[in-house]
């Protein structure tokens, strides 16, 4: 097998490197400096005004649903097309996901199947913009507001994407942010929660430790006081020290990075234009996708698959939709578009770390692979 072109790649830098010696040095490995200060540095590009890091994503959005009062029996819109990271939040809360269809021939969510499932139970919306691909946030925003129900984005590989010229997230009540290895910004392992509102942000930070209030939390001589309260019980949820050093580390570079994330799908996109069988994923008009994958529908879409990473291009399907786990209580639902979705999408790499060399080699895999595996792209373009 040639060498790979990978289609993810994790951010290491000289300046991780530093923040982390510099915190092991310091002794305060679990609690610290970075946490404030990283979360400081997300607030300035995050959709929303408060950010709450904790240790995951899944854990924000779990405590996002807490929030929002999603209890047992409610239900909360959602696409089925998605990472378990998302959903399983969901079914974690005792709530019943409802499965929103996509768009026809896109990856946004439908805005009149969402606002079709409406029903006296429905709580929260959480929309997913799949694969930094920006979903119609505003017009959700609006039925939400309309019908008195929490809207929660997904961000969790949308940093620097934008939805009707503000940050994706923006729109929503709360925005939930991934700091997996292999998304824009690496922490190893962490998440945040961004909050529109001061009051929700400051309960947020109670209970992602314990519940527990810190200000009051010590008497003057470190010991615990007894007489502050804890009167919601919380869970631990904390982003450490350690993790959010070399999270903030990153923070200088990343818009050079997706910079060159942007050119690198803009340049594939151009390169791949001729190829028989290929069509991209539409961006909604006006918005910028983060590319954290490059999305094209493709036929026989496994076949594809199986001759790109023959030919050294890792390539992915992304999600396996979530309404086929018996582990949702869920009931079933049409959706003829995720059903298209599900067999014919394809992300491919256009990622910072992607040279020249590379793209060509993208490309002309891609032309090998489809020349033989393709009959026709009819159906994906209508």
């Known amino acids: 097998m040639p060498n790979n072109v990978p289609l993810y790649n994790s951010v290491v830098l000289p300046e991780m490197e530093q923040a982390a010696v510099e915190v092991l040095r310091s002794g305060r490995i679990a609690g610290g400096e970075w946490v404030a200060k990283f979360e400081s540095e997300m607030e300035k590009i995050a959709g929303l005004p408060h950010v709450v890091s904790t240790i995951d994503m899944t854990t924000a959005l779990y405590l996002a649903l807490h929030l929002a009062g999603v209890k047992d029996g409610d239900e909360v819109l959602t696409t089925a097309f998605a990472c378990l990271s998302t959903n399983s939040a969901i079914a974690q809360s005792r709530a019943v996901p409802v499965w929103v269809d996509v768009s026809p021939r896109s990856v946004t969510m439908d805005v009149a199947d969402l606002e079709s499932k409406i029903t006296a ?59 997996y290895p292999n998304r824009q910004i690496n922490t190893t392992e962490g998440g945040a929660l961004a909050c529109r509102s001061i009051d929700m942000a400051n309960r947020a930070r109670k209970l992602r430790r314990f519940g527990i209030d810190f200000s009051t939390f010590r008497s003057a001589i470190g010991e615990i006081n007894s007489s502050s309260d804890v009167p919601e019980i919380g869970w631990s949820m904390t982003l450490n020290n ?53 999305l094209f529908f493709v036929e026989k879409r496994d076949e594809v698959i199986r001759r790109l990473k023959q030919s050294g291009v890792m390539v992915s399907s992304i999600h396996q ?5 018996s582990g949702f209580d869920a009931a079933p639902q049409y959706l003829p578009n995720t059903d298209f979705l599900q067999q014919h999408i394809i992300g491919v790499p256009c990622g910072w770390w992607l040279d020249e060399d590379d793209l060509l080699t993208i490309t002309a895999s891609l032309k090998g692979a489809l020349s033989g595996a393709v009959d026709t792209m009819t159906d994906c373009t209508k």
């Not at 979903?135 to 939805?163: F, Q, Y």
Request: proline share 4%; net charge neutral.
């Open 321 to 325: 939709r979530n309404d086929t786990y």
């Open 242 to 294: 350690m993790c959010a050093a070399l999270g903030y580390a990153q923070m200088a570079s990343l818009q050079s990075r997706q910079a060159a994330t942007q050119a690198n799908a803009q340049a594939l996109l151009g390169l791949t234009r001729d190829i028989d069988g290929l069509t991209p994923v539409p961006v909604l008009e006006g918005d910028q996708s983060a590319y954290w994958v490059l």
């Open 121 to 179: 139970k429905t709580r929260a919306v959480i929309l997913y913009h799949v694969a930094g691909y920006p979903g119609p946030a505003r017009k959700i925003a609006e039925i939400c507001k309309k019908h008195n129900i929490v809207l929660i984005e997904d961000c969790d590989n949308a940093v620097s994407a934008t939805h009707a010229s503000l940050p994706v997230g923006a729109y929503g009540d709360f925005a939930i942010y991934s700091f």
